[in-house]
Every structure is written in C-alpha cells, then in structure tokens.
T-cell receptor, first 114, second 112 residues
Framework: DSGVTQTPKHLITATGQRVTLRCSPRSGDLSVYWYQQSLDQGLQFLIQYYNGEERAKGNILERFSAQQFPDLHSELNLSSLELGDSALYFC?????????????FGEGSWLTVV | GDSVTQMEGPVTLSEEAFLTINCTYTATGYPSLFWYVQYPGEGLQLLLKATKADDKGSNKGFEATYRKETTSFHLEKGSVQVSDSAVYFCALINNAGNMLTFGGGTRLMVKP
C-alpha cells in the first residue's frame, strides 16, 4: 500500500459526460501528480500541483482540469468525454518536488467511456 | 527533451531463468533513475531506484546499476518466479524536472 488513495476505482460513463476523479496523497506529501495510462500512448504525465499551486503541465487536454485543495487532496475533472479518454488515471504524490523525493502512485481509476 | 527507451516485450521466461530488461535514457544533467512494476490489475509500485552514477538499486532480488557512461539502467534478476509476471517501467527525473518520464514498459511473462 503506497498510501495514495484514489476514488473511484472503476467508472463507466457515456460520451459527452463529465467525471471527477479524486486523490488523497500520502500523509504529509505536498506534491500531487496525475498521469494517464492508455494502450496506445503509454504513461503520460498530465499535471502536477505543489501545495495548492500548479507546478508543471504535461499533455493535458483543454477538456481536462485539475486542482489541489487546502487539505492537499486533488481532483481531476474530465469533461466532454470521448471514447479515446478511456484509460487508467493515476494519481501520485511526493513529499516535495523531485529529484530528491520518490514519487508514490495510487492504484488508479479505471475510466471507460462508452 | 528527456526520454527513456526500454526493450519491447513481451519477454517470456521459464521459472528460475535469468532476467535482463534493457533501459537506456536521454536526459540533461544527472537524472535519478527508477524501475516501477505493475502487476496485473494493479497500480504502479516502486521497485528500486538509483540517484547517482554507479549506484546500485536493489529490491526483491531485482537489481539495476546506474551507468552514466552508457546512459543505461538495466534491470536484472538471477532467478525469476511466476509471481514476477508483470509490466516493468523504467523512468527518470532530471535535476530540473518535476515529473517522471517513463519508458514504454516491458511485459514479463514467467512460465512454470
């Protein structure tokens, strides 16, 4: 158990809908990361927050947004969903921005868009 | 930009065979290097890491040595078990970076 908690574990929704994925980082970790794992794109970095502020942005679509709240939990919002958004979405956390600290991953949220 | 290249799988071995999964990288500066493992139906778990040249990371019988001269971080295990069947990801964080850059993953299948 990495200590990173993600909910829901599985989600099935229709095209055009909006979903929110939730992440609780390990206790004391200030940095939160979101990654997308799909069969054709592999593991893609989406976005990073540190202590409530956006720190780095990767290949995140404009239809997607995220935030980190004062209690350090984070949410990833996916809107106008398309079939190609079906993927495993990982949240990860670290004590502070790397390279000094290891990044720990949650078990992921499986999103299926039908 | 940074990149990680892994050998393509699947790699199929018999139990107790020797395992090598090759990983090479391109990065600025002196990155930290990692191997993560993803067991079927599960999330990513950190397997081992090395933060500077010539460091050897080890865990659960797996080892990898940070080779700066060849920009490599090959994963090895002397005797694999069926329970080692999983997808293995090599990854790096460079000194200026904020996130992990992953290789494409290598699926290992170990047969009894």
């Amino acid at each position: 158990d990495s200590g990173v908690t993600q909910t829901p574990k599985h989600l099935i929704t229709a095209t055009g809908q909006r979903v929110t994925l939730r992440c609780s980082p390990r206790s004391g970790d200030l940095s939160v990361y979101w990654y997308q794992q799909s069969l054709d794109q592999g593991l893609q970095f989406l976005i990073q927050y540190y202590n409530g502020e956006e720190r780095a942005k990767g290949n995140i679509l404009e239809r997607f947004s995220a935030q980190q709240f004062p209690d350090l939990h984070s949410e990833l919002n996916l809107s106008s969903l398309e079939l190609g958004d079906s993927a495993l979405y990982f949240c990860a956390s670290s004590a502070s921005p790397p390279p000094g600290n290891t990044i720990y991953f949650g078990e992921g949220s499986w999103l299926t868009v039908v | 930009g940074d990149s990680v290249t892994q050998m393509e799988g699947p790699v199929t071995l018999s139990e107790e065979a020797f395992l090598t999964i090759n990983c090479t990288y391109t990065a600025t500066g002196y990155p930290s290097l990692f191997w993560y493992v993803q067991y079927p139906g599960e999330g990513l778990q950190l397997l081992l890491k090395a933060t500077k040249a010539d460091d050897k990371g080890s865990n659960k019988g797996f080892e990898a040595t940070y080779r700066k001269e060849t920009t490599s971080f090959h994963l090895e295990k002397g005797s694999v078990q069926v329970s080692d069947s999983a997808v293995y990801f090599c990854a790096l964080i460079n000194n200026a970076g904020n996130m992990l850059t992953f290789g494409g993953g290598t699926r290992l299948m170990v047969k009894p």
